[in-house]
């Protein structure tokens, strides 16, 4: 066999054995899905300050762990952060509050964990998801910092793809966005114990 036809057919193979890799997206899309909130929780004028901050030491939202294969880090197309902050901010509007720098209360959230890790021990594929919210809400000489954590875990006998593990996620963070709209606590620091 000529040099050049060796060539042609290595590169064939390679580009054979490279098309059947698996491919996997550069990012995930977590989009959240908190049930719309009901009007005139709030007294009128009722205001409150929201920031957030990423909390965690990686940036990735799905983890795969396989055995002999690198690890595989795919982080959110957003940062975890913008899109709680984003639902928060929706759901205490169309529960009545205003939200300005100068309000007497201030919540700060922190995404301390967001990640789905993928691992396969033995046969079976493991799915872990955890998602983990703090908030601190002060103003009115008070103080109050809460936690949410949502876990969950599966087995699949096929590589999870990310359609698969965003979901987990979402439903996780929704939740959690959910709660803090509903905790009669916080309720009571925005308005200042009235």
């Known amino acids: 066999?000529?040099?050049w036809n060796l060539f042609v057919c290595a590169c064939a193979c390679l580009l054979l054995f490279v098309g059947c890799a698996p491919t996997l997206p550069l990012?995930?899309?977590l989009t959240l899905s908190v049930a719309t909130q009901p009007e005139n929780i709030y007294p009128d004028?009722?205001?409150i300050s929201l920031r957030g901050h990423d909390g965690r030491e990686y940036q990735e939202v799905v983890r795969y762990l396989i055995k002999d294969d690198p690890p595989?880090?795919?982080p959110n197309r957003n940062p975890p952060h913008i899109v709680v902050a984003e639902q928060l901010t929706n759901g205490f509007r169309e529960q009545g509050l205003v939200f300005s720098q100068q309000a007497p209360a201030h919540l700060e959230l922190a995404i301390e964990e967001v990640l789905a890790t993928?691992?396969?021990p033995k046969v079976l594929y493991d799915i872990k998801a955890v998602?983990?919210?703090s908030i601190t809400i002060t103003g009115h000489g008070d103080s109050l910092t809460k936690r949410y954590r949502k876990e969950s875990t599966r087995v699949s006998v096929t590589r999870p793809d990310l359609d698969e593990l965003e979901p987990l996620?979402?439903?996780q963070l929704?939740?959690?966005v959910q709660q803090i709209l509903e905790d009669q606590e916080i309720r009571k620091m925005i308005v200042g114990g009235k």
């Open 1 to 3: 066999m000529k040099p």
């Open 27 to 29: 990012d995930a899309n």
């Open 45 to 47: 004028g009722s205001a």
């Open 72 to 74: 595989v880090p795919i």
């Open 118 to 120: 993928v691992t396969k």
């Open 131 to 133: 998602s983990a919210v």
């Open 169 to 171: 996620l979402n439903e």
């Open 174 to 176: 929704s939740r959690i």
